[in-house]
């Protein structure tokens, strides 16, 4: 399975910029990386993915490094809206029976 | 909302009773993932199909677990003799797959099982 190590948990404050980083050392060739995030009694929404170095969207940033063994995601400037539990996924194209969520890492937000 | 419901959103049931749980993706989404998630946890990947063929199973937690999508379309997951170790949040999912690309995927809002 693809396995990925993320921490367990990080505090920050409002308007900081939030970093987590994922480890994957097991990922294959095919494989790409994606970020998920998750509110209580909901789903898990979709916040942004990639192969390698860095994609940017209006939400998020993710830095990928060469050897594609780890990620980070960030959040600028977060809000109390941004508390929640982020998931670092690695997506293996050609074998959907690796797919493995971690335990996710939660994000808490404070005034 | 995603644009992908389940129904219920919420089940109890007594042990040894078999349930059915609905999913209907994103209508123009060629893909659709089944997953369960216990508190705490991450979501579990159980199944998924591409149209209406199941292209991974191997991961469905035992035989009392099976899992349709007879037209392509709408799915569902069916647990037989549920057991109180069946109680969790059922995640279904849905992308879209277009050549080599595999796109996001649109969780739905989960059905709660909970076995007495």
């Known amino acids: 399975l693809a396995k990925t190590t993320q921490p367990i948990s990080m505090d920050s404050y409002e308007g900081q910029e939030v970093n987590i980083t994922c480890s994957h050392n097991?990922?294959?060739?095919?494989?790409?990386i994606t970020w998920y995030q998750q509110f209580p009694s909901q789903g898990p929404r979709f916040i942004i993915q990639g192969y390698k170095t860095k994609v940017t969207n209006e939400v998020a940033s993710l830095f990928i490094p060469a050897d594609r063994k780890s990620s980070t995601l960030s959040l600028p400037r977060v809000s109390l809206s941004d508390t929640a539990v982020y998931y670092c996924?690695?997506?293996?194209?050609?074998?959907?029976?690796?797919?493995?969520f971690g335990a996710g890492t939660q994000v808490v937000v404070t005034p | 909302d995603t644009g992908v419901s389940q129904d219920p959103r919420h089940k109890i049931t007594k042990r040894g009773q078999n349930v059915t749980f609905r999913c209907d993706p994103i209508?123009?989404?060629?893909?659709l993932y089944w997953y369960r998630q216990t508190l705490g946890q991450g979501p579990e990947f159980l199944t998924y199909f591409q149209n209406e063929a199941q292209l991974e199973k191997s991961r469905l937690l035992s035989d009392r677990f099976s899992a349709e999508r007879p037209k392509g379309s709408f799915s569902t997951l069916e647990i037989q003799r549920t057991e109180q170790g069946d109680s969790a949040m059922y995640l279904c999912?849905?992308?879209?797959?277009?050549?080599?690309?595999?796109?996001?995927?649109?969780f739905g809002p989960g059905t709660r099982l909970t076995v007495t």
């Open positions: 996924l690695v997506v293996p194209t050609d074998s959907w029976g690796k797919l493995q």
């Open positions: 097991n990922i294959a060739t095919n494989d790409y």
């Open positions: 209508s123009e989404h060629n893909r």
């Open positions: 999912a849905s992308s879209l797959k277009q050549g080599a690309n595999v796109y996001e995927q649109y």
